[in-house]
């Protein structure tokens, strides 16, 4: 039998810190022929990935230019994309998540009719406009895709509630969670000199991001306060905020937070960093979809910087904790986590709800039971 033609395409920092621990397992597998397309919708963050991980992509769109538009990002993509499968043919197209590269992709492979597999599909918040544009790129990829990955049962219950085959979902837990077997060091030295000055025995270190689109603007502004107030009322905490390289959130942050004690804005660290540092952190605090998944792992309470959030399981089981935006609710939370040991410990000790770290040795078997390669279908991650 002919090896089954796999092409996985991603375009940002986070889909190729879920996409990589996935790819790694297809190139192992004797059944599979496995290449790798980039659009490049981030590039510099992207980069850190691939070199975390030595992906060496065999198509690079290099779409990124400063202060881009949804709109651009999707019209290059879906043209670079189309041309690269019209050549190619694979028999499968992998994509991830919810970006504007994804459902550029899916639509690309619909047009060439190929086969789409949806990876950590079927997650929702029911409003479309947040997260935005994420809701509705999910959304959209769903009726584009043939395989549906969900990472949990509730994502598995999304899609059938949205008339998708049951036949073609396959839980299989979170590849987010994978990544922690390629990034958590013991004894770990930083490369940010910053950062190994940290006293993170002694402090309470909050690591911090906030980006999303929906977030820019006035409720940024308002993160950015609590967080000021929340360092000026709480001596013991230090607050590393790993800013996104937007140049709106840069400006925001470094208007409201620059030059105060205690708090270090840094560029976007790479994922080894990233993970490393959230491990020796106290909590979390981020807008990002990720993060959510991933600090679990490592008990650390992540309180959730948006008004909605397409992973409820994490509030149903404890390790999340939605702030919304409002500045006294976030200096609430926050504090109460800092100074209530109780609140604190059972945040910490809740069990993580998106993976056990073998998601993509998951989606592997998943395709060689469609493509006929095993007659044994996975048993889902529960």
Do not use: W
Request: aromatic letters at 6%; hydrophobic letters at 40%.
């Amino acid at each position: 039998m002919e090896k089954i033609k796999v092409i996985s395409v991603f375009g940002t920092r986070p889909e190729a810190s879920k996409m990589c621990p996935v790819i790694k397992v297809l190139e192992k597998s004797p059944h599979i022929s496995s290449s790798v397309v980039v659009t490049a919708q981030h590039r510099s963050m992207l980069d850190q990935m691939l070199a975390v991980f030595k992906v060496s992509p065999d198509f690079d769109l290099n779409i990124m230019t400063p202060r881009q538009t949804l709109e651009s990002v999707m019209l290059k993509s879906l043209d670079g994309l189309c041309k690269i499968l019209k050549s190619e043919r694979p028999d499968l197209l992998l994509v991830h998540g919810d970006t504007t590269t994804t459902f550029a992709a899916a639509l690309a492979a619909f047009y060439c009719g190929i086969k789409v597999g949806h990876i950590e599909a079927g997650l929702r918040s029911f409003n479309k406009y947040e997260p935005y544009p994420e809701e509705m790129n999910r959304a959209l990829v769903t009726r584009l895709a043939d395989i549906n990955f969900a990472p949990t049962a509730l994502s598995k219950a999304n899609l059938i509630k949205e008339n998708v085959d049951e036949n073609s979902v396959y839980v299989t837990g979170n590849t987010a969670v994978d990544c922690l077997k390629y990034s958590l060091k013991e004894n770990y030295e930083f490369e940010n000199e910053l950062l190994r000055r940290i006293d993170f025995n002694n402090k309470k270190v909050i690591t911090m991001t906030a980006h999303r689109g929906e977030n820019l603007g006035e409720p940024l502004v308002n993160i950015c306060r609590a967080v000021k107030k929340i360092i000026q009322a709480h001596k013991n905490v230090e607050v590393v905020y790993a800013v996104h390289l937007n140049p709106v959130v840069q400006e925001t942050a470094r208007k409201i937070l620059g030059n105060i004690k205690n708090l270090h804005l840094i560029d976007p660290p790479n994922m080894v960093e990233m993970h490393n540092l959230m491990r020796r952190s106290t909590l979390i605090l981020t807008d990002s979809g990720g993060l959510q998944e991933e600090a679990p792992s490592m008990k650390k309470p992540v309180v959730v910087l948006r008004n909605v959030t397409e992973r409820p399981e994490g509030l149903s089981a404890g390790t999340l904790v939605l702030a919304g935006t409002d500045e006294k609710r976030i200096f609430n939370v926050v504090s109460e986590l800092i100074t209530n040991e109780d609140t604190y410990n059972k945040m910490a000790n809740a069990k993580n709800p998106y993976g056990d770290g073998n998601a993509s040795e998951r989606i592997l078997d998943a395709i060689l039971y469609y493509f006929g390669v095993s007659n044994k279908r996975p048993i889902d991650f529960e």
